[in-house]
Nanobody, 121 residues
């Protein structure tokens, strides 16, 4: 099982920002689609954002314009910059990866353990 290591969660007030990080080994980082899901209390896990090895990106409608995903090749790390956070963004954020972007946004094969993001009103 691939090791995806998330970090960067925490408590922030509404309107604030956080940046999540996910480090991954090759070939996952260089050749797979990577991204983020989240799970709010009492709700199903949902897709947030993804980035291909080509740098093409996908976003859920609920975060479009507020969140930005990027990759740092030197650090083998994918970032999720989250701005203008809302209480409904609260949840456990999971890093994920798959060879296919199509599978990445629906049911990726590789998962991290998750990091908690709490947005207070």
């Amino acid at each position: 099982q691939a090791q995806l290591a998330e970090s960067g969660g925490g408590l922030v007030q509404a309107g604030g920002s956080l940046r999540l990080s996910c480090a991954a080994p090759d070939p996952i980082f260089s050749n797979y689609a990577m991204g983020w899901f989240r799970q709010a209390p009492g709700k199903e896990r949902e897709f947030v954002s993804a980035i291909m090895w080509s740098r093409s990106t996908q976003y859920a409608d609920s975060v479009q314009g507020r969140f930005s995903i990027s990759k740092d090749d030197a650090k083998h790390t994918v970032y999720l910059q989250m701005n203008n956070l809302k209480p409904e963004d609260t949840g456990v954020y999971y890093c994920a990866a798959d060879q296919s972007m199509g599978k990445m946004i629906k049911s990726p094969n590789y998962w991290g353990k998750g990091t908690l993001v709490t947005v207070s009103s």
